[in-house]
Structure formats: structure tokens, C-alpha cells
């Protein structure tokens, strides 16, 4: 069976405003399965969002796996993530997931992966799934040569522009701002 993946995500933090978004689409191979799929995730009252690309159930797993570290680590969002990141690498079945996510609070933007990395991106800038290096670019662009534009913004026109260039992005978008 096909898997159902495909996605972009980005999320910036610029003026102090940290703002993330996701487009809506999920495909199954080379045809849409649906068109306005969540991606993207508020925990904490709005004091932290995720966003997932990958295999809708693998990063669903993540997500509990998360929220789960939240939990036993006082909702400190940096060590959530490493010690999600360890798990992921050395457990026989987290290890076989397909998903990537990129985590955000006030303080910090974090991308997570499946091999053990928990990157903080260069410029204030995450992206993750099949459109990300042309919403990074997008991105990069916006923040050097448009600094007066708001993050939501940024966000906002980035991954419209993926979704102009990449087959597996579309233009329903879902935007959420971290509050906390």
C-alpha cells in the first residue's frame, strides 16, 4: 500500500512573534488523498505548536511521544525534544517511523528527525516535508530584503510560494501563533 505523506511546514520567529504554518495536503503517491489535513498542533494553551511532515500515523505516534516528554520533563520544550530525538533513534519501533517535526516556543524553534538530530535552524527559520527549501527560500528572502512584513506574513507568503512550485503543497493553509 501507498503511503499518505507530502507536506510543508515553516515556521519563523521574527520581531519577537513566532508563528508557524502548514499547508493542508496529503497525498497517496501521485494523486491528492485530501486536501485540507491539519498538520499542525497547539499544546500548552498556545505556548507551544508542532508541525509534522511524513506519514500521517507515524507522526501522530510522535506527537503522543511528545507530549509525553512535556510531561515528564515539566513542559521544558528543549529536553522534550532530545530526549524524544534519542528515543526516536534507538527504539526498535520509533525508529521505523517516517516523520519529521519541527517544535517552537518563545525561546526556540527546534526540528526534530528520526536519526537523532534536534536542530535549531540558522535565521529563525524552520521548514520541513516536499516544499520546505523552496518556503526556506521564500523565507530567507523576506526576512533580509522585507523585515518590515510580520512572521505571520512570512509565513503566510512562503509557503504560497511552495505551493506555486511544488506538486505536493497546496494553498490551504493553516497558520498558528505561539502565545505563550
Same mark, same amino acid.
Given at each position: 500500500m501507498t503511503k499518505i505523506k507530502s507536506t510543508t511546514v515553516v515556521a519563523i520567529r521574527h520581531n519577537g512573534e513566532v508563528v508557524i504554518g502548514a499547508d493542508g495536503q496529503a497525498t497517496m503517491g501521485n494523486t491528492v488523498a485530501k486536501s485540507s489535513v491539519k498538520k499542525l498542533r497547539v499544546l500548552q494553551g498556545g505556548k507551544i505548536v508542532t508541525g509534522f511532515a511524513g506519514s500521517t500515523a507515524d507522526a501522530f505516534t510522535l506527537l503522543e511521544k511528545f507530549e509525553e516528554k512535556l510531561g515528564a520533563f515539566g513542559n521544558n520544550m528543549k529536553r522534550s525534544a532530545v530526549e524524544l530525538a534519542k528515543e526516536w533513534r534507538t527504539d526498535r519501533m520509533l525508529s521505523k517511523l517516517e516523520a519529521m517535526m519541527i517544535v517552537a516556543d518563545k525561546e526556540d524553534i527546534l526540528i526534530i528527525s528520526g536519526t537523532g538530530d534536534v536542530i535549531e535552524p540558522d535565521m529563525e527559520i524552520a521548514t520541513i516535508g516536499s516544499g520546505s527549501m523552496y518556503a526556506q527560500s521564500a523565507a530567507r528572502a523576506m526576512k533580509q530584503f522585507a523585515p518590515q512584513m510580520s512572521? %505571520?506574513?512570512?509565513? @503566510? %507568503?512562503?509557503? +504560497? =510560494?511552495?505551493?506555486?512550485?511544488? =506538486?505536493?503543497? +497546496?494553498? +490551504?493553509?493553516? =497558520? %498558528? @501563533?505561539?502565545t505563550g
Open positions: 512572521a %505571520e506574513e512570512m509565513v @503566510r %507568503e512562503s509557503l +504560497n =510560494i511552495a505551493a506555486d512550485i511544488c =506538486i505536493y503543497t +497546496n494553498h +490551504n493553509l493553516v =497558520i %498558528e @501563533r505561539v
